[in-house]
């Protein structure tokens, strides 16, 4: 699908439903988290939703060059598509955490400012995609929240479980005031 099909179907599906003669629709949590799951997944987006809210997955290779927090041009596209859409009315008010996670291999200051580094950027991307910065929160794990193992069990590397681990969520989080 082009890039400009892929937006404007994201922002189709987040306004199906929405003739309210202007009003924003008075709909739960798992109704906005259902169109929004789809509205990203119509951009090729790894999302699901969970407890906390919806929740998009993006491994380092999809945004950074190695060992930096500097986006790829392809990156600063995908958070412009993902903007359109959090950008819509029906979503305008809903909370976003970045959070930031690397592998294990470094010092643990030194992850910890690496995630913290890509964290900001992705949150940087976003705001100037003119999603309110007042809505942003930014977090940084470092190498404690792995999804994986960074070593096999006999102390071998797991090149696959620290590609994994190299990665940034973006939450959009539940509004505390829906239903």
Known sequence: MK?????????LVAFSGCATGGKPLKESNTEQNHQLVIAFENLDLEVKETPRGVA???PEVLLFDFDSARMTIGARAKMRQIAAVVNV??????????????????????????SRGRAES???????????????TVHAFGETRPLAPNKHPDGT?????????RRVELYIENDTQLP
């Not at 009315?89 to 690496?114: C, M, W």
């Open 122 to 136: 992705v949150a940087r991307a976003l705001v100037f995609s003119e999603v309110q910065k007042e809505r942003i």
């Open 3 to 11: 890039p400009y099909l892929a937006v404007t179907a994201a922002i």
């Open 56 to 58: 998009i997955f993006f």
């Open 89 to 114: 009315p029906r979503y305008q008010f809903r909370h976003i955490a970045v959070e930031g996670h690397t592998d294990a291999v470094g010092s643990e200051k030194y992850n910890l400012a690496l």
């Open 157 to 165: 590397d797991n090149p696959e479980g620290r590609r994994r681990n």
